[in-house]
């Protein structure tokens, strides 16, 4: 399996600030993605991001408000903008092993905004 | 539009135990379906993969059925332990991946 490595894994933040959060991979990836769990909730995808081109994101979600970054096949940054109390969510990365379509997580990262 | 239902919301039971979690999803072509664990906080931990054409995967004490005409994937857990407490989650693959809400699992020494 695919080790995937997040930071930071917790952080408290106050509101109108932003936080960007990072995931290294152990081994090239083509694609990652981005998931929000709110709390008591399942998961959602906010966006697919794809070494060297825009990432694509789902609905309800904004690259001005989510800014994604992708420089090579192991990294990649998912910023949460301009918070409010709302953004408290665990934010996790995934990466697929495209052979079996098995997907992996990040330990994630919890977020609260005060 | 693919709805994946996980029940009961939550499950308490003893140690030791054998126990079957349940997943349900209305649209049946499906690639796969996966389970997974999460303990409180954390992120997911892939247990079972199952791809469309298989009926059941198998990784010590667990094992994971599916059945894709019914719409059902279960999940077995043998001799249960303490260590097994955590929320899973199964997610079906078809043009999307969609998760189910999960079943809160709670094993009682």
């Known amino acids: 399996s695919a080790v995937i490595s997040q930071k930071p894994s917790r952080d408290i933040c106050q509101r109108g600030t932003s936080l960007t959060i990072q995931c290294q991979v152990d081994?090239?990836?083509?694609?990652m993605f981005w998931y929000r769990q709110q709390p008591g909730q399942s998961l959602t995808l906010i966006a697919t991001?794809?070494?060297?081109?825009?990432?694509?994101?789902e609905s309800g979600f904004v690259i001005d408000k989510f800014p994604i970054s992708r420089p090579n096949l192991t990294f990649s940054t998912l910023t949460v903008s301009n918070m409010s109390p709302e953004d408290s969510s665990i934010y996790l990365c995934?990466?697929?092993?495209?052979?079996?379509?098995?997907?992996?997580f990040g330990e994630g990262s919890r977020l609260t905004v005060l | 539009k693919q709805e994946v239902t996980q029940i009961p919301a939550a499950l308490s039971v003893p140690e030791g135990e054998n126990l079957v979690l349940n997943c349900s999803f209305t649209?049946?072509?499906?690639?796969?379906l996966q389970w997974f664990r999460q303990d409180p906080g954390k992120g997911l931990t892939s247990l079972l993969l199952?791809?469309?054409?298989?009926r059941e995967q198998t990784s010590g004490r667990l094992n994971a059925s599916l059945d894709k005409s019914s719409g059902r994937s279960t999940l077995y857990i043998a001799a249960s332990q303490p260590g097994d407490s955590a929320t899973y989650l199964c997610?079906?693959?078809?043009?999307?991946?969609?998760f189910g809400t999960g079943t809160r699992l709670t094993i009682i020494p």
């Open positions: 991001a794809n070494q060297g081109s825009e990432a694509t994101y």
């Open positions: 649209d049946s072509a499906i690639y796969n």
């Open positions: 199952i791809q469309s054409s298989q």
């Open positions: 997610a079906v693959k078809n043009e999307k991946l969609t």
């Open positions: 081994s090239q990836v083509t694609m």
């Open positions: 995934s990466v697929l092993r495209p052979s079996t379509g098995e997907l992996f």
